[in-house]
């Protein structure tokens, strides 16, 4: 059965940082591209940054791009996502999420995490 366990998130100042994993199972891992999403209260689903399966290439949303750093570990099943210089607006339940190739990771991704909340304050 396919799995993504996220973790590392918390309670942050505005400015800090915070570095998110999720772990897969290794038949996701090697063959989907990986991604983050989140979901802030009142607010719809958001695609937040997405790399390739190789690693070679990634794809970041506006609003988190020169902050946030999407890397993945294929020798630990691991995708990772370093954020830095938080701010409140960043405030949200981040979930993990695998897709056949990239833009299908961005647009409607295969298997989801169950999230981690993340909360900056001001």
């Known amino acids: 059965q396919a799995q993504l366990v996220e973790s590392g998130g918390g309670l942050v100042h505005a400015g800090g940082s915070l570095r998110l994993s999720c772990a897969a199972s290794?038949?996701?891992?090697?063959?989907?591209?990986m991604g983050w999403f989140r979901h802030a209260p009142g607010k719809e689903r958001e695609f937040v940054a997405g790399?390739?399966?190789?690693?070679?290439?990634?794809n970041y949303a506006d609003s988190v791009k020169g902050r946030f750093t999407i890397s993945r570990d294929n020798g630990k099943n691991t995708v990772y996502l370093q954020m830095n210089s938080l701010k409140p607006e960043d405030t949200a339940v981040y979930h993990c999420?695998?897709?056949?190739?990239?833009?299908?990771?961005?647009?409607?991704?295969?298997?989801w995490g169950q999230g981690t909340q993340v909360t900056v304050s001001s």
């Open positions: 790399i390739t399966r190789s690693g070679g290439s990634t």
């Open positions: 999420a695998a897709g056949a190739y990239l833009t299908r990771l961005i647009t409607g991704p295969e298997y």
């Open positions: 290794g038949r996701i891992f090697s063959n989907y591209a």
